[in-house]
């Protein structure tokens, strides 16, 4: 079993800053890949950026440039840098660990962009 906690949202203006953060425990051996996705108010939950076992990272088009995915295998955590806001990133934030085909989701942070 994985359990996934993160942190690190709140309210921002357009154009700055924030790092959100997931700790992993439990059989964290076993994932095989680190992913954030969000969900804005009303849509569908959407894949963010993702982060292998071995360090290869990828992002949506919409974050490129903007959005970097981390991890810290020393303290287990997974790491969001996120820059360059807009109010199009508001939603709430969800880590997942990927392992065996299946997925184990965190509860998710807010992140609120404002104009």
């Known amino acids: 079993q994985v359990q996934l906690v993160e942190s690190g949202g709140g309210l921002v203006q357009a154009g700055g800053s924030l790092r959100l953060a997931c700790v992993v425990s439990?059989?964290?051996?076993?994932?095989?890949?680190m992913a954030w996705y969000r969900q804005a108010l009303g849509k569908q939950r959407e894949w963010v950026a993702s982060?292998?076992?071995?360090?290869?990272?990828n992002y949506v088009d919409s974050v490129k440039g903007r959005f970097t995915i981390s991890r810290d295998n020393a303290k287990n955590t997974v790491y969001l840098q996120m820059s360059s806001l807009n109010p199009e990133d508001t939603a709430v934030y969800y880590c997942?660990?990927?392992?065996?085909?299946?997925?184990?989701w965190g509860q998710g942070t807010q992140v609120t962009v404002s104009s």
């Open positions: 997942a660990a990927w392992y065996g085909g299946s997925a184990t």
């Open positions: 439990g059989s964290i051996f076993s994932i095989n890949t």
């Open positions: 982060i292998t076992s071995g360090g290869s990272t």
